[in-house]
Nanobody, 121 residues
């Protein structure tokens, strides 16, 4: 069994900051990419930021320069530091990881339960 557990969501004023930690646990052989997605009411889930196993990062244009994704491979964690938050960043944020559970098995996507981020104007 594999679990992803997020925390750190909450209510913040525009211009403020939040950090979202996510930890993977369970039967894990190797974690490939890790990422954060978000879903606002009435909208599709979108990829916010991703980080490869080698540390390469990618961001959706709307958060570039404001959000930073980082991972610690030894601890199976991925964090999303969010600065200069805007009301448009309000959404449920989901942690995602492509996890290989045993040697030479195909990686499978796992999801956290989601954490609410609300940015007031």
């Amino acid at each position: 069994q594999v679990r992803l557990v997020e925390s750190g969501g909450g209510l913040v004023q525009a211009g403020g900051s939040l950090r979202l930690p996510c930890a993977a646990s369970g039967s894990i052989f190797r974690i490939h990419s890790m990422a954060w997605y978000r879903q606002a009411p009435g909208k599709q889930r979108e990829l916010v930021a991703s980080v490869s196993s080698s540390g390469s990062t990618d961001y959706v244009d709307s958060v570039k320069g404001r959000f930073t994704i980082s991972r610690e491979n030894a601890k199976n964690t991925v964090d999303l530091q969010m600065n200069s938050l805007k009301p448009d960043d309000t959404a449920v944020y989901y942690c995602n990881a492509e996890i290989e559970r045993a040697f030479l098995t195909a990686p499978y996507p796992y999801w956290g339960q989601g954490t609410q981020v609300t940015v007031s104007s």
